[in-house]
């Protein structure tokens, strides 16, 4: 199983930036996937997740309006849109996965079973 992050980088305030996850070793049409974030001296949080079932998105407050998380089930690959990034974004954004259910509520608030390596974004002017 693996899931591999892409796409971070430095990007100005108010800017857009899309982050991949190739996800290899299961098929994006059951598990709960999602997008969690963590900035130093700060606990991970879950910020944007998906039922692979049925499509239910959950996002956090703090990115609701602002960030879409999507699939391509084809590709077997998530994506996570994220337009006017503020200062407060700058963290290491990881995918996650949780392989025994598909609720996109529960994987954002209480984790997955499988994590990937992350990717950093930086906003910064």
């Known amino acids: 199983l693996q899931l591999q992050a892409s796409g971070g980088g430095l990007v100005q305030p108010g800017g857009s930036l899309t982050l991949s996850c190739d996800v290899s070793?299961?098929?994006?049409?059951?598990?709960?996937i999602g997008w969690f974030r963590q900035t130093p001296g700060k606990e991970r949080e879950g910020i944007s997740c998906?039922?692979?079932?049925?499509?239910?998105?959950w996002d956090s407050d703090s990115v609701k309006g602002r960030f879409t998380i999507s699939k391509d089930a084809a590709a077997n690959r998530v994506y996570l849109q994220m337009n006017n990034l503020r200062p407060d974004d700058t963290a290491v954004y990881y995918c996650?996965?949780?392989?025994?259910?598909?609720?996109?509520?529960?994987?954002?608030?209480?984790?997955?079973?499988?994590w990937g390596r992350g990717t950093l974004v930086t906003v910064s002017s």
């Open positions: 996650a996965a949780h392989l025994s259910h598909s609720s996109s509520y529960a994987l954002c608030q209480d984790g997955p079973t499988e």
């Open positions: 070793g299961f098929r994006l049409n059951f598990p709960a």
């Open positions: 998906l039922s692979t079932l049925n499509d239910i998105t």
